[in-house]
């Protein structure tokens, strides 16, 4: 067993390296156990496209069924299906099979016990029942089919409010899973998208589902630029995570959707909560307190943002990624179809292009992302040491890594929780402060993965 794949709020690996049929079906039986002593019995069991996922929730699901669970098999489809099945049928838990946004060989599994995603400790313990072969094999579980798909189209319709139906747009889930299900949901609101790549297909033969990298957006943005349309929609695999493309073809980034998003929920509800991660831009945090709101700083991560929603009751979340979490209107799990249906309603609204809605942000510089190479067994240790450093002479806020403070701009090195790799990221009011912040704590980090 790869003790690595079990990760801060999933579990993923290599599916044919990491995942033999035995280990899956002791997870099976880890994560039933788990919900048994804590008095669940009713889950739904959901899994993506991958070519893997069939393999995978055959063992799993003997697995539960080994401790008596009661499951509601959901069939193939994105993510956020599987969290709505768990609350619409108002289930005990949940388990998606899926790879998200990573490469094709790779799969894993998302896991809610009740209506909270595990994480941290509690995939901790999974690993330890495991281990332990400490499993309640009680037999006599059941499992039947479940379709949740007309329900939540009828939610859509119910919820969406759209102040015109003819916004023209186009919608690429890479051939992931969420491409059906979306296409459904926007026909019943009265939309009709452009669609692309949206058939299932695990092999992604068009392009990587991940709308975090640019070069996976290149085919919606020619598509927007080309038909003039008002804006384009990428989903990842499991269709959790969206990418936004406004009019004029130009990549809107998770903070900046943010802004936008926060800015129509805080009209309706002055005062409000909401989160971003720490990558997110400082634009963001200003624009929400200047509008009324309160904004927190949290750590990245789908399962731990869920959680501090609910400690602060607020309204509207989000990561860099793309994954947006609306408790407005909604369960407050991340749903791309669902923030793609938000994000429509704020263009249907308004007498302005999407491009032209955040003109009033004042312009930062900022990079993307940036990946180191690290090992997962002292990727932590690396991002302790840079915050050991920086905590003697600046401002360090270390809710995730070390987000540290500068004169004109900050800087910030965390530990990735899906990959064995550092995520740095920097923002300034120039390029040269920015190129002057980015070298510095570059330096500080070499230094530290040195040893």
């Known amino acids: 067993m790869n003790p690595l ?122 690993r330890q029942l495991i281990i332990d072969g400490d499993f309640a094999l009680r037999g006599g579980g059941q499992v039947q089919g479940y379709d949740p798909r007309p329900a939540y189209c009828g939610y859509m319709t119910g919820n969406v409010r759209l102040a015109r139906k003819d916004v023209r747009f186009a919608i690429d889930a890479g051939n992931g899973a969420a491409g059906p299900l979306s ?27 991940d709308p975090s990298e640019i070069q996976n957006l290149m085919p919606l943005i020619d598509k927007v630029r080309a038909n003039k349309l008002e804006l384009g929609i990428a989903f990842d695999g499991d269709g959790d995570r969206i990418g936004v493309i406004d009019d004029l073809g130009e990549i809107i980034w998770g903070d900046r959707l943010m802004i ?9 509800h002055p005062g409000g909560a909401i989160l971003g991660e720490v990558k997110c831009s400082q634009t963001l945090y200003d624009d929400i307190a200047r509008n009324g709101g309160r904004p927190i700083i949290w750590k ?39 923030a793609a249906l938000r994000m429509i ?31 997962d067994d002292v990727k932590f240790a690396v991002v302790q040491r840079v915050l050991d450093h920086y905590k003697r002479e600046r401002e360090v806020l270390d809710v995730d890594g070390a987000r540290v403070r500068f004169e004109h701009g900050w800087g910030l090195v965390r530990a990735s929780n899906t990959q064995p790799a550092l995520v740095l990221r920097f923002e300034a009011g120039s390029p040269s402060q920015l190129d002057e912040i980015q070298n510095e704590v570059r330096g500080v980090v070499q230094n530290a993965m040195a040893g």
């Open 300 to 338: 990245t991560g789908h399962s731990l943002i869920k959680k501090k929603m609910k400690e602060e009751s607020a309204l509207l979340a989000g990561e860099m990624s793309g994954h947006m979490f609306f408790a407005d209107r909604y369960f407050g799990f991340d749903d791309a179809t669902y």
């Open 183 to 209: 296409l459904a949901a926007m026909q019943a609101v009265g939309l009709s998208p452009e669609a692309m790549f949206c058939e299932m297909d695990g092999h992604f033969p068009n392009h990587h589902p």
């Open 5 to 126: 794949v079990f990760r801060e709020y999933d579990i993923r690996g290599v599916a044919d390296r990491d995942f033999d049929d035995g280990l899956v079906r002791d997870i099976g039986r880890a994560y039933g156990t788990f919900c048994s002593r804590r008095g669940k019995q009713r889950v739904a069991l959901g899994r993506d496209c991958r070519l893997s996922s069939p393999r995978l929730h055959s063992a799993f699901l003997e697995g539960l069924l080994d401790t008596g669970l009661h499951v509601r098999d959901i069939g193939v489809g994105p993510t956020p299906l599987l969290y709505f099945a768990v609350f619409e049928a108002d289930l005990e838990g949940g388990v998606q099979i899926t790879g998200s946004h990573n490469p094709g060989n790779e799969n894993g599994f998302k896991l809610m016990c009740g209506k909270v995603t595990l994480s941290g400790d509690e995939i901790r313990e999974l």
């Open 260 to 268: 936008l998003f926060s800015r129509q929920i805080l009209r309706r």
């Open 345 to 375: 309603e704020i263009v249907a609204d308004s007498d302005r292009p999407l491009s032209a809605l955040l003109e009033d942000v004042p312009r930062t510089h900022a990079t993307p992302e940036i990946r180191v190479d690290c090992a």
